[in-house]
């Protein structure tokens, strides 16, 4: 029993870094842009099956086809924002910004489904059943490696936004657009190029996304309902906050699983309607800073 | 003035009588197959528009009253052995179901301002739909199968329709009754900016919970209609993760805060979705042509066909001339009660 908990924790913290990596993406998108991007979910299956054609077409490497992948998914963020989201304007915009993508999250799903079908796929390379002794428990080599990445994007994602220039930016926006705009940061393009990152994160987690689970176009919605409800937790807006919802809350479902597996999800939204309950901003948002 | 409220009166007893007669004249049950579901969602679109569309918080968690409405008829008839029309009596019940689903959702939905409140309502909604999948009075996947109703096919459509039109007519009356009202004044301050409402003495959480508790009983009441005319309830069929998006669809292409845009776009979208789904030649894509269609609308409509139009038709009347001399007030403006909140619905 012990040695059953020992592993789900140590399951969950692994899993928990992968989604904090796609959390990080959306919560980031909604720090700077206000926008809150339902299409995450899809996008993360987008990305999946781009690691799944690239696999199973021309043999390349899950992990090694993020090299195109990761620049693929920037691409497709980018002209979202461009072709969508830049041309909304008025004081509805965060409302309308989200159905907007919930609507352009529909399309790639309906694209999904006309080009591979309803059946369920998952990435399948060789390494993806092998794992290795850590602990007392045996832990697969996907989540290890999925965790490594992850944890290292968000290093380098944290290391953007605070230690360079782009970064100091994008913190102006975050803080007061206005007058980011009044010191002469171009708002478009840090909007555009942020929402960018906070896409093309979805690959990394399409590719461990799809090596543990089987997907089909469908899937999305399980996803971006959990996501919403880690950066609802965390505190919209707050990276840090992104990162610890999300080990917290796999781990919490993880363990769950032991006992009641069908009802473990439920143990989410039930942890996000108890904090909302006593602090609607999250565990970690700012009121002052983030009115809404 | 006189004349213009004239021909509105007029306008709404040709659209009750147009109504009235459509399944007298097309008998045929896949015209009145239409005519039933797109009444369905006109009434689910008028109660979207009565919470939502008044206070400008966009609800996504719509199906969980519908959802609700249907498997607590199902549920009920299928334990108390009701039969045939009998069933018809536990409408209430889905609807008092519905308000009391709302009162908890909507203390917790709406402790957090708009965008956040969107995102609540849409994990509330997942929560529903999990339970109807889990729960072991819910048959799981499998659903529910409503009581055998042993009408002929004619009247079967026919019966359906009139009382789909019933509760469309009943909502939008309820809808009217609360927008001319101090309550609906309430919730439109709520919408125009809820710190200012509050400073005037709106008590906005208990005005916000009152118009989602009216929302959430006609949208569970209608949700058993609908169950009852299709005769079975999945879990992802009740508790559809599109039904949302096609009411809010529906709302913005008609016209966002008018109860006229909401009731249009929901007969438009409606029947042209179904239309979608007969054709062969379509299969499969209308998912792609609903998101396509939603997004023309929000980037070149914002406003929808009801007030955009209703402009178009005042410059035609006044020649371009404005109708009312702009008021030259300095600063924010302010949201009096006789200004037409309602045309600038999606106008902000």
């Known amino acids: 029993m012990a040695g059953e908990i020992t592993r789900q924790i140590v399951n969950g913290i692994l899993i928990g870094g992968v989604y904090a990596l796609m959390a990080v993406g959306l919560t980031l998108i909604f720090g700077v842009l206000d926008i809150i991007n339902i299409a995450q979910g899809v996008l993360v299956i987008l990305g999946a099956y781009l690691s799944y054609s690239l696999f199973n077409k021309a043999h390349i490497d899950p992990f090694l086809g993020l090299v195109i992948t990761i620049p693929a998914m920037f691409i497709i963020g980018v002209v979202i924002h461009w072709a969508f989201i830049s041309r909304l304007r008025g004081g509805e915009r965060t409302s309308m910004t989200l159905l907007v993508t919930y609507a352009v999250g529909l399309i790639i799903e309906g694209i999904l489904y006309k080009i591979y079908g309803a059946s369920n796929v998952s990435l399948q390379p060789r390494y993806v059943n092998s794992s290795v002794h850590i602990l007392g428990v045996y832990v697969g080599w996907v989540y290890i490696w999925g965790f490594i990445l992850a944890v290292a994007l968000v290093v380098i994602l944290y290391a953007l936004l605070y230690r360079t220039r782009f970064g100091r930016s994008v913190r102006a926006v975050m803080q007061d657009e206005t007058a980011a705009r009044l010191v002469g940061i171009s708002v478009n393009k840090v909007a555009a190029i942020t929402f960018g990152i906070g896409v093309a994160v979805t690959a990394v987690g399409g590719v461990v996304f799809g090596e543990t689970n089987a997907f089909n176009a469908n899937s999305g919605y399980d996803l971006i309902s959990r996501l919403l409800s880690i950066i609802i937790l965390g505190g919209m807006g707050s990276v840090g906050g992104a990162l610890a919802a999300s080990v917290f809350m796999l781990t919490l479902e993880s363990v769950v699983t032991i006992w009641q597996p069908n009802w473990a999800v439920v143990v989410y939204y039930a942890a996000l309607v108890i904090v909302l309950l006593y602090r609607p901003t999250g565990l970690f948002g700012q009121k002052a800073v983030r009115a809404q | ?348």
């Open chain 2, 1 to 348: 003035m006189k004349t213009q409220n004239l021909t509105k009166g007029g306008g709404i007893v040709v659209v009750l009588v147009v109504a009235v007669l459509f399944p007298q004249v097309f008998t045929n049950p896949a015209a009145t197959n239409y005519g039933v579901l797109a009444l369905i969602f006109a009434t689910a679109a008028v109660a979207w528009h009565i919470f939502s569309g008044n206070t400008g918080y966009i609800s996504l968690g719509q199906a969980v009253f519908f959802g609700s409405g249907a498997y607590t008829m199902g549920i009920a008839a299928r334990d108390w052995h009701m039969q045939a029309t009998a069933v018809f009596e536990l409408l209430p019940l889905s609807a008092a179901v519905g308000a009391l689903i709302a009162v908890p959702f909507g203390l917790i939905a709406l402790r957090v301002r708009r965008h956040t409140f969107i995102v609540v309502t849409i994990a509330i909604f997942f929560i529903f739909q999990l339970m109807a999948f889990n729960f072991w009075f819910t048959s799981g996947s499998n659903g529910l199968n409503s009581p055998f109703l042993s009408w002929a096919p004619v009247p079967y459509n026919q019966n359906f329709y009139y009382i789909a039109l019933a509760c469309t007519v009943g909502t939008v009356v309820v809808a009217w009754l609360v927008g001319r009202s101090r309550f609906g004044l309430q919730l439109r301050a709520i919408r125009d900016d809820e710190d200012r409402a509050r400073g005037l003495g709106v008590k906005a959480a208990q005005v916000k919970l009152a118009a989602f508790v009216i929302s959430g009983a006609i949208t569970a009441l209608i949700g058993a209609v609908w169950f009852y005319y299709l005769n079975q309830v999945q879990p992802q069929t009740g508790f559809n993760p599109l039904f949302d998006l096609t009411l809010v669809l529906m709302v913005f292409l008609g016209g966002y805060g008018s109860i006229s845009g909401s009731l249009l776009g929901a007969l438009i979208i409606e029947p042209l979705y179904l239309w979608i789904n007969t054709q062969p030649k379509l299969n499969g894509y209308n998912e792609i042509m609903l998101g396509g269609v939603f997004l023309l609308v929000v980037l070149f409509m914002p406003r929808g066909i009801v007030p955009t139009g209703s402009e178009y038709l005042t410059k035609l009347r006044t020649r371009g001339r404005p109708a009312v001399s702009p008021s030259t007030t300095i600063g924010p403006a302010s949201s009096s009660p006789s200004a037409p909140s309602v045309s600038s619905g999606g106008a902000r």
